[in-house]
Nanobody, 127 residues
Framework: QVQLVESGGGLVQAGGSLRLSCAAS????????MGWFRQAPGKERDVVAA????????YYADSVKGRFTISRDNAKNTVYLQMNSLKPEDTAVYYC????????????????????WGQGTQVTVSS
């Protein structure tokens, strides 16, 4: 069982930056692939970024490529999403998700592939 707690959301002006954190409970965090998803009002929840258990492989949605960076610190049981050059269309609730994936180098991009979810953190970008 893994519990995930996101933090770092808030209100920022367009062009600004935020860093989201997702702290995981448990001693086997390094065995989990992690993903960041977001859901805007009236829209489906979509993948934003994903990272494998080792941190060696990452994925970014086209809409955030070059602006967002996913990283993990297995010693701190934490995955991060650094968001730069934020746009109003980045406004959404951001969720982190975890999937037990030790030695699995495939990037997981679909909601159904993740077993554990955080409660979400609101990111609002004003124009």
């Amino acid at each position: 069982q893994v519990q995930l707690v996101e933090s770092g959301g808030g209100l920022v002006q367009a062009g600004g930056s935020l860093r989201l954190s997702c702290a995981a409970s448990g001693r086997t965090f390094s065995s989990y692939a992690m993903g960041w998803f977001r859901q805007a009002p009236g829209k489906e929840r979509d993948v934003v970024a994903a990272i494998t258990w080792s941190g060696g492989n990452t994925y970014y949605a086209d809409s955030v490529k070059g602006r967002f960076t996913i990283s993990r610190d297995n010693a701190k049981n934490t995955v991060y999403l650094q968001m730069n050059s934020l746009k109003p269309e980045d406004t959404a609730v951001y969720y982190c998700a975890a999937r037990l994936s030790y030695r699995d180098y495939i990037l997981r991009l679909r909601e159904v592939e993740y077993e554990y979810w955080g409660q979400g953190t609101q990111v609002t970008v004003s124009s």
